[in-house]
């Protein structure tokens, strides 16, 4: 539930939108993040911030 309420208010603020993906795991599915940079003006910078506003 947090991370898709993260996702969703960066993605409503135009900030990034990291689209939750469901991973097979020994005991069912977990969620993760799932990168996929399609602009090519994406800086490390804003991997950086992307990443420092998960935790």
Known sequence: ED??????ENHRKGFALVTPTKWRTT???ETVSRFCFINP???EADIEAILNSMV
Do not use: A, I, K, L
């Not at 991370?3 to 969703?8: G, I």
């Open 3 to 8: 991370y898709r309420e993260w996702t969703y």
């Open 41 to 43: 003006d994406t800086t």
């Open 27 to 29: 005991s069912g599915f």
